[in-house]
């Protein structure tokens, strides 16, 4: 073999569980490099409750969703759960009255009562071309899995303007930034402003084992190094799994969001009409009371639900 290969397979594990894999397969120097995703249905979590949201980003988010119109992006690297959350999304606003269509490459998992188009570019259908054909097939929500270039970031702006609620993907690596990629994609500043409602970030860190989690002794400064506060900095218990049999001795079992997410408020519009940079759209979003994705790391980290080293692992100092 000497090209990439792109694979699934699907198995059956007994009582009834399915398993998908995704794998992929890269020609390397001594064979070949083969890399497997598992995809457990059974494990499909879409209660929003339970991703990982606090309780007044949920509410932030649950209102932006229930907007008649307008646009929701989630971002974040791949694997970082965006999918499952804009699922989770959808589950939330998946009723008989509401007509729902979704363009994804590939359809990880079948969701009762959801138009979803599986992406074949080979034969011309990509993002662009099902969103166009959406359009004509009187959707009242409408969410494309990653917005890719200037034409089907065009064609999902001006739908959300005219009465759609669009969900879509980029990866970039926090909100703010967001609205760069999209105005160095080519769209105004004007249509930015007018159709986005919500940006989210996000990341998955490790949880830790429920079985073998301890107190461990970290010093104040490293707290404060973090981002801890320091006058929060004596009153902050830290917690680092031992190893078990349960978690295979890796002291993590299970993985939860840690999001960051960016109302797209008058203030935020206004910086955006007036061609802020990130940075300040980033310190003008804080001031809003947005929670970056550190903020978020560290509130999961005061609560025992993660260690110290994840929160450097996964998310960059603010």
Not at 135 to 150: A, K, N, S, T, Y
Not at 203 to 227: M, N, W
Not at 247 to 270: F, L, Q, S, W
Not at 303 to 312: A, C, K, P, R
Request: aromatic share 6%.
């Amino acid at each position: 073999m000497r090209l990439p290969q792109d694979g699934r397979i699907k198995l059956k594990m007994g009582k009834g569980k399915e398993m998908d894999f995704r794998v992929s397969i890269c020609p390397v120097l001594w064979g070949e490099k083969t890399v497997m995703r598992l995809l457990d249905k059974s494990n499909l979590q879409l209660d929003m409750t339970k991703l990982g949201f606090e309780e007044s980003i949920l509410r932030s988010f649950k209102e932006a969703i229930n907007k008649p119109y307008g646009m929701i992006l989630v971002t974040g690297p791949t694997g970082s759960g965006k999918t499952t959350t804009l699922y989770s999304t959808l589950s939330e606003l998946n009723k008989s009255t509401h007509n729902i269509s979704t363009a994804e490459d590939p359809i990880e998992y079948n969701l009762y009562g959801i138009n979803q188009v599986q992406m074949h570019d080979e034969i011309g259908l990509n993002f662009s071309a099902a969103l166009r054909c959406f359009l004509r097939q009187d959707p009242d929500i409408i969410m494309v899995g990653e917005i890719r270039d200037f034409e089907t970031a065009e064609i999902a702006v001006k739908a959300a303007l005219t009465g759609h609620l669009v969900l879509s993907t980029l990866h970039t690596n926090d909100a703010p930034s967001t609205v760069s990629r999209l105005l160095n994609m080519g769209i105004e500043p004007f249509l930015v402003a007018s159709s986005v409602n919500l940006i989210g970030a996000q990341r998955l860190v490790r949880k830790l084992c429920a079985d073998c989690k301890a107190p461990v002794e970290v010093t104040r400064q490293q707290l404060i190094d973090i981002g801890i506060p320091p006058e929060e900095a004596d009153s902050v218990k830290p917690m680092r799994g031992q190893g078990c049999r349960t978690c295979n001795n890796t002291g993590y079992k299970g993985r939860i969001a840690v999001y960051e997410i960016m109302v797209a408020n008058d203030e935020v519009k206004e910086f955006v009409l007036n061609g802020a940079s990130t940075l300040e759209l980033k310190r003008e979003a804080i001031r809003q009371g947005m929670k970056t994705l550190r903020m978020s790391a560290l509130t999961k980290f005061r609560e025992g639900m993660t260690s110290l080293e994840e929160v450097v692992r996964v998310t960059a100092p603010d």
